[in-house]
């Protein structure tokens, strides 16, 4: 009787357990005939492949101008009280949340285990050969791509008015208004792979 399993030498036994391959594996060879060889192969094969490519742009842009109102009082013989121009004011928020969530296909790894593989000879005729081959493999491959990017941009200018008095007799308070601007970015980035 001569008895092959992939690369391992020969083996003389009645019964024999492949432990060392990814699935559990038995082969059981009882009552071969004279001069028979049982060939047994084992390979079965489990390929996962998962791939996310994530691109994410957001880009905010705040251009705000403000300009108070000029004041003048000319040639007048009198300017009482607060002669003045109103106030100007921008106001501006921006909130960006990016959220980028790649969950496995197969949370473990280790479930991917091949079903169990049994081969069972009984009773061979002389010099019969039996060759079975089964393969056992496990490959999970996962490829995360996340490129994000966020710009915030803002471009602000205020100018206050100009006063002028001139040829007045008597003049009180003159005033332009004030100009503001104001600006607020948030940001918020989470990546789960």
Not at 43 to 57: C, D
Request: no cysteine; net charge negative; proline share 3%.
């Amino acid at each position: 009787m001569k008895i092959s399993v992939l690369r391992y030498a020969a083996i003389g036994m009645a019964s024999l357990s492949l432990a060392g391959f990814a699935a559990a594996s038995t082969v059981s060879i009882s009552t071969t005939g004279p001069q028979s060889t049982q060939h047994v192969g084992l390979t079965n094969s489990n390929k996962v492949t998962q791939k996310n490519n994530n691109n994410i742009a957001a880009e905010n842009l705040n251009a705000q101008g403000a300009s108070s109102g000029d004041v003048s009082a000319h040639d007048n013989t009198s300017v009482s009280g607060d002669v003045s121009s109103g106030k100007a004011a921008n106001g501006n928020s921006s909130n960006t949340t990016v959220s980028v969530s790649n969950p496995s296909s197969i949370s473990d790894p280790a479930s991917m285990t091949p079903p169990d593989d049994s081969v069972s000879y009984d009773t061979t005729g002389p010099q019969s050969t039996q060759d079975t081959t089964i393969s056992n493999k496990n490959e999970m491959t996962t490829t995360n791509n996340n490129n994000i990017e966020v710009v915030n941009e803002s471009y602000q200018g205020a100018e206050s008015g100009n006063v002028d008095a001139s040829d007045n007799t008597t003049v009180g308070g003159l005033s332009s208004g004030d100009a503001t601007n104001s600006n607020s970015n948030t940001t918020s980035i989470g990546v789960t792979n």
